[in-house]
């Protein structure tokens, strides 16, 4: 049987609604998934005076804001920098001054589809930032304060949604933990899926709820994305010429990299030059089930014919994103049935930009607030 563990608890916009209910202060909310849009969205509920809880699948909060760990440094595995349009956006990075800076990306654009670099500099009106000293550092600060009171529940993967066995009214999350380890968190009186679009229709399904919803969200297209990371120790050091050429940051229209960017260009980045690669949409598709180590020989060489660089990394490896870009948005940024106390929030609502998930998530608080 499975155990039954209650969640302790601590002592405008775009938008579809199907009922114009929410709840009064002090509800408590089921947020699952604790990528940007799903901290956000948790965060604002918390600065409301409710009581949000987020469910996060994997080890770590930020989704696609991350950073992995070499012995040569750090890479950002996912989002490469951010953009700030809204002013929203912008008021809430000036809480934390310091924490996000300003990105010389010295980008270009690689022109030539056999991998001949044809440079031509991208001229954007708007800075690139990114959070020091690696992308997670953001999600990382604005989790701490719900981790601190017990609100986060890591390594917990949400297999189904039902009414609450001891009051119809509220919600129960049927989980698994590490090892298979089975728990039911109940007695919320609303819950938010912050996650992917597919594997939250995919939830929808399998606890045979919101048919409507789970209808929009199949409109929903999002592509992977292979993304390798390479280190070059060998390489010359801060001050003299680089290995390989001399931009930081390229967008590629190479039939197998989209993106490379410099890794030790962005402020506060271990010197060592390492270089972060992520595969086009259309190859990542064609290739998602390859065998990983088949995916980083072919990236390798899709990488050399763009850069030049030819020299054997001593660190190289890959990990796939399954949902990455978003090709089809939602159109809207956010869905929220105020009647049965469910909605849906993420950066795939609107595009697939880091201020696209902030936005969704602060607006489906504030639907719900």
Same mark, same amino acid.
């Given at each position: ?5 209650? +969640? ?84 809430? %990075? ?8 300003? #990105? ?10 056999? /991998? ?28 701490? &304060? %719900? ?18 066995? =001891?009051?119809?009214?509220? #919600?129960?999350?049927?989980?698994? /933990? ?18 992917? $679009? +597919? ?9 045979? =709820? ?34 390989? &050429?001399? #931009?930081?940051?390229?967008?590629? +229209? ?10 030790? $260009? ?21 290739? =998602? ?10 990236? %390798? ?25 978003? *090709? ?13 106390? %469910?909605? =849906? ?6 595009? *697939? ?17």
């Amino acid at each position: 049987m499975p155990r039954t563990r209650r +969640t302790p608890s601590p002592s405008p916009s775009s938008t579809e609604t199907l009922a114009d209910t929410g709840p009064a202060p002090g509800r408590r909310v089921a947020v699952i998934g604790a990528g940007i849009a799903g901290i956000a969205c948790a965060r604002t509920l918390a600065q409301a005076g409710h009581e949000p809880t987020l469910f996060e699948s994997g080890e770590r909060c930020g989704g696609r804001m991350a950073s992995v760990s070499s012995p040569f440094g750090g890479f950002d595995s996912g989002a490469q920098y951010f953009t700030v349009r809204d002013e929203r956006f912008a008021r809430v %990075l000036k809480l934390t001054p310091g924490l996000c800076r300003p #990105w010389s990306a010295n980008a270009v654009r690689v022109l030539d589809p056999h /991998g001949r670099v044809a440079e031509a500099a991208l001229r954007r009106p708007e800075a690139h930032w990114v959070p020091v000293p690696g992308m997670d550092a953001l999600a990382r600060h604005w989790v701490e &304060p %719900l981790a601190a009171q017990g609100r986060v529940e890591l390594q917990t993967r949400v297999v189904r949604l039902e009414r609450d066995a =001891l009051d119809d009214r509220r #919600w129960q999350l049927r989980t698994e /933990g590490p090892q298979g380890s089975v728990h039911v968190h109940s007695g919320f009186d609303q819950v938010v899926l912050a996650i992917p $679009s +597919t594997p939250a229709a995919e939830l929808l399904q399998a606890s045979s =709820l919101a048919p409507e919803f789970v209808d929009r969200l199949a409109q929903v297209k999002v592509a992977p994305c292979w993304t390798l990371m390479v280190a070059f120790p060998q390489a010359p050091q801060p001050g003299l010429p680089h290995l390989g &050429p001399q #931009w930081n940051a390229a967008l590629s +229209t190479h039939h197998r990299i989209a993106w490379l960017s410099r890794e030790s $260009s962005k402020p506060q980045r271990d010197p060592i030059e390492r270089w972060t690669v992520q595969a086009s949409a259309a190859w990542s598709e064609e290739h =998602l089930d390859d065998d990983p180590k088949r995916i980083a020989a072919k990236l %390798l060489k899709g990488f050399a014919e763009v850069t030049g660089i030819r020299a054997e990394p001593a660190h190289a490896e890959v990990y796939r994103w399954s949902h990455a870009k978003t *090709h089809v948005p939602l159109g809207r940024s956010h869905l929220w049935d105020g009647a049965a106390g %469910l909605g =849906l929030c993420g950066d795939w609502c609107t595009g *697939h930009r880091v201020e696209d998930a902030f936005l969704s998530g602060l607006e489906m608080a504030l639907a719900i607030a």
